[in-house]
T-cell receptor, first 114, second 115 residues
Framework: EAGVAQSPRYKIIEKRQSVAFWCNPISGHATLYWYQQILGQGPKLLIQFQNNGVVDDSQLPKDRFSAERLKGVDSTLKIQPAKLEDSAVYLC????????????FGPGTRLTVL | AQSVAQPEDQVNVAEGNPLTVKCTYSVSGNPYLFWYVQYPNRGLQFLLKYITGDNLVKGSYGFEAEFNKSQTSFHLKKPSALVSDSALYFCAVRDMPNAGNMLTFGGGTRLMVKP
């Protein structure tokens, strides 16, 4: 089966610009996650969707980050405006149902903010 | 709050020797524990998980991990290391049922297997 797809793979922007990332989960997976992985650290959960509803966005910096999953399949994560400290790899993951299921990760989008 | 510690930033081992990557956790309820591996410019790949049952869990690529409740540990092991095992390894925990669905990752351990 196809894995989690993400695009773009790399993005370079200047601070105060906006950027958007796209994720397509594994077919049939109801739960979708966005993580931020700063260099040298483990991934940190930003937001979790169950179908098209938000389950957990407690660690999402809502003043600049937003995410949506309108039809319960694909998702986009947006940063506006970007800051230098947003430079990181943004990982999307999906799981079949929820808390007991394994999360499968996409290749990530490496964001560099100059 | 749930947390994970991977006390070693890097583990060096010779090819053919056994390897251990350490992980300890802290939860208030029952832990669900996971190991993931990350190769350069790739996303995380699932290796194995402990939910319940047998304390020794076997996973992909010959890896296994042992859940030790008294020591709150979930160390990753492999009897004979391969050069191709060189990668970044992450331990993760979910505190059941207290932390909702959040998976907390450790900081990662870089495994270097030398020929």
């Amino acid at each position: 089966e196809a894995g989690v797809a993400q695009s773009p793979r790399y993005k370079i922007i200047e601070k105060r610009q906006s950027v958007a990332f796209w994720c397509n989960p594994i077919s049939g997976h109801a739960t979708l996650y966005w993580y931020q992985q700063i260099l040298g650290q483990g991934p940190k959960l930003l937001i979790q969707f169950q179908n098209n509803g938000v389950v957990d966005d407690s660690q999402l910096p809502k003043d600049r980050f937003s995410a949506e999953r309108l039809k319960g399949v694909d998702s986009t994560l947006k940063i506006q405006p970007a800051k230098l400290e947003d430079s990181a790899v943004y990982l999307c993951a999906s799981s079949f149902r929820d808390i007991t299921d394994t999360q499968y990760f996409g290749p990530g989008t490496r964001l560099t903010v100059l | 709050a749930q947390s994970v510690a991977q006390p070693e930033d890097q583990v060096n081992v010779a090819e053919g020797n056994p390897l251990t990557v350490k992980c300890t956790y802290s939860v208030s309820g029952n832990p669900y524990l996971f190991w993931y591996v990350q190769y350069p410019n790739r996303g995380l790949q699932f290796l194995l998980k402990y939910i319940t049952g047998d304390n020794l869990v076997k996973g992909s690529y010959g890896f296994e991990a042992e859940f030790n409740k008294s020591q709150t540990s979930f160390h990753l092991k492999k009897p004979s290391a391969l050069v191709s095992d060189s990668a970044l390894y992450f331990c993760a925990v979910r505190d059941m049922p207290n932390a909702g669905n959040m998976l907390t990752f450790g900081g990662g351990t870089r495994l270097m297997v030398k020929p």
